[in-house]
């Protein structure tokens, strides 16, 4: 006998209320709400749902301390069915985080850090040796489809005195591979100037409302960098990765005025900034952006069709009769919460989001 699940009055971002119908893990039906019936009926008044929430930055590989942490903590038990780790693992543990992605029940990618050590140090691009080219490209090869872009963190402390060099190589890299670049930015050198004219196409920029002083806004005005207007222009993606230092409420109010599109929106989420903060949860990075004045609509397009789309997989940014249901259900709270960001600044929100549950690879999971 089939395996029939009906989740009854469940409404859409856009206000709609249906009834979604899954039998054997595929949408048979989304019908009016009230119409649907079955054994394993949950009646969702109250919820929200989307297609399954995707965090384009995580670090899933829990073996490397401090940027480590379980896959379905980060993933199915906040809400989240496809997560994208961010580099932990170069090619020398690729291998290893696959062989754990396969256990799990979230949906697992990865960006492949073009230091063949990835996050086993913090420094993993202060020796060139490290970036073994045919290494590198190895590894996309063997993992092609798993492995989705390539990570460089380009920031002082983790290229110290080799400059703008492991962008150059990485550059390289991307050409050989056919893969894009996730390029997280932060404190100089190099300069973000230099960082940003190396960037094309899909290729990410990770951090880019982060409150250091080599940040995309001059500091005065607060008016975005031409270099990030340019990069804009040539189609660079803009990613949040909220992250223990990288995300600030006045950074964000900022780029809000100034009408910088909302891309992705990601956590950068890890053991410490997950239990301690920052970071908490998706649910809670995503408050932070109803807060700033985001509608419900963009905030999860952010998490879903956004992300989908950057990820060339549509299918797991929509509802669709036919398709695997990829699903999160979640609920947004009236009340007040103070909520805090990288720099310690605070803001009280008065409405919340909630992750409740997620459909995902043939289970039904609550949160
Ligand atoms: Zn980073
Ligand atoms: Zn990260």
């Known amino acids: 006998m089939?395996?029939?699940?009906?989740?009854?009055?469940?409404?859409?971002?856009?206000?709609?209320?249906?009834?979604?119908?899954?039998?054997?893990?595929?949408?048979?039906?989304?019908?009016?709400?009230?119409?649907?019936?079955?054994?394993?009926?949950?009646?969702?008044?109250d919820l929200y749902v989307s297609s399954g929430?995707?965090?384009l930055h995580v670090h899933a590989f829990p073996a490397f301390d401090p940027y480590g942490d379980e896959i379905d903590e980060i993933g199915v038990k906040q809400g989240v069915t496809t997560?994208?780790?961010?580099?932990?693992?170069?090619?020398d543990q690729i291998a290893d985080l696959r062989t754990s992605a396969?256990?799990?029940?979230?949906?697992?990618?990865?960006?492949?850090?073009?230091?063949?050590?990835?996050?086993?140090?913090?420094?993993?691009?202060?020796?060139?040796?490290w970036i073994d080219m045919e290494q590198a490209v190895q590894a996309a090869h063997d993992h092609k489809g798993f492995v989705v872009g390539l990570k460089a963190r380009i920031s002082q402390s983790v290229v110290k005195d080799n400059g703008i060099q492991?962008?150059?190589?990485?550059?390289?890299?991307?050409?050989?591979?056919?893969?894009?670049?996730?390029?997280?930015i932060g404190s100089a050198p190099p300069d973000i100037e230099e960082v940003l004219a190396l960037l094309e196409k899909n290729?990410?920029?990770?951090?880019?409302?982060?409150?250091?002083?080599?940040?995309?806004?001059?500091?005065e005005e607060g008016n975005p960098l031409q270099v990030l207007l340019d990069a804009l222009d040539r189609g660079v993606h803009l990613d949040v990765g909220h992250g223990t230092a990288s995300f600030s409420f006045k950074v964000a109010?900022?780029?809000?005025?100034?009408?910088?599109?909302?891309?992705?929106?990601?956590?950068?989420?890890?053991?410490r900034n997950r239990l301690d903060g920052p970071v908490y949860s998706m649910a809670s990075v995503m408050s932070k952006f109803l807060y700033?004045?985001?509608?419900?609509?963009?905030?999860?397009?952010?998490?879903?069709?956004?992300?989908?789309?950057?990820?060339?997989?549509?299918?797991?940014?929509?509802?669709?009769?036919?398709?695997?249901?990829?699903?999160?259900?979640?609920a947004v709270k009236q009340g007040h919460v103070t909520l805090t960001d990288s720099e310690d600044e605070q803001r009280v929100a008065d409405r919340y989001i909630e992750a409740k549950g997620v459909v995902v690879n043939g289970s039904f999971i609550t949160c």
């Open 2 to 45: 089939k395996k029939r699940l009906v989740l009854q009055n469940v409404k859409t971002v856009d206000e709609q209320l249906n009834d979604i119908v899954i039998e054997d893990g595929i949408i048979v039906e989304i019908a009016q709400a009230g119409a649907a019936e079955g054994e394993h009926s949950y009646n969702c008044s």
């Open 53 to 55: 929430w995707i965090d």
């Open 83 to 91: 997560i994208v780790d961010a580099g932990s693992c170069g090619a």
């Open 102 to 129: 396969e256990q799990a029940r979230t949906n697992v990618f990865a960006f492949l850090n073009i230091s063949r050590i990835g996050l086993k140090r913090v420094d993993e691009l202060s020796n060139l040796d």
């Open 166 to 184: 492991p962008l150059r190589l990485a550059r390289i890299l991307s050409y050989k591979t056919l893969l894009p670049l996730m390029v997280h």
């Open 203 to 219: 290729d990410i920029v990770t951090h880019y409302l982060n409150g250091k002083s080599n940040n995309l806004f001059d500091s």
């Open 253 to 271: 109010e900022m780029a809000k005025r100034h009408g910088i599109q909302l891309n992705t929106i990601s956590t950068d989420i890890y053991r």
């Open 292 to 330: 700033l004045g985001y509608s419900l609509e963009e905030v999860v397009t952010a998490v879903t069709r956004n992300a989908a789309a950057w990820l060339n997989k549509p299918e797991l940014g929509r509802i669709q009769v036919g398709d695997f249901a990829n699903l999160t259900l979640f």
